[in-house]
């Protein structure tokens, strides 16, 4: 069983950087295709970025493509989200999620891909 604890958000003016970290605990994380999704009250859950197992393999949302950067440490069983001239858009539960089952060496961007979440983590920015 993966765990995902998030950290990281809070609040920061537009044009600001956060950087989100993703930290997991379990056995199948060295072979889990990762995610970041965010949701705002009202809204579905949309997909931010995803990375491969190996991270080799990233792809974003046109929202953020440019803006944020997805990337992970496997010897400290971490995920990033690098996330730099945010907008008041961008305000958000940022989630972190994992694909435990067989990932290969694709990046998957469905909210149904994948099968472990973390609680989430607030960021708001202000315009």
């Known amino acids: 069983q993966v765990q995902l604890v998030e950290s990281g958000g809070g609040l920061v003016q537009a044009g600001g950087s956060l950087r989100l970290s993703c930290t997991t605990s379990g056995r199948a994380y060295p072979s889990s295709a990762m995610a970041w999704f965010r949701q705002t009250p009202g809204k579905d859950r949309e997909f931010v970025a995803a990375l491969s197992s190996s991270g080799a393999a990233t792809y974003y949302a046109d929202s953020v493509k440019g803006r944020f950067t997805i990337s992970r440490d496997n010897a400290k069983n971490t995920v990033h989200l690098q996330m730099d001239s945010l907008k008041p858009e961008d305000t958000s539960v940022y989630y972190c999620?994992?694909?435990?089952?067989?990932?290969?060496?694709?990046?998957?961007?469905?909210?149904?891909?994948?099968?472990?979440w973390g609680q989430g983590t607030q960021v708001t920015v202000s315009g």
């Open positions: 999620a994992a694909r435990t089952r067989y990932s290969g060496t694709y990046y998957y961007s469905k909210e149904g891909d994948y099968n472990a």
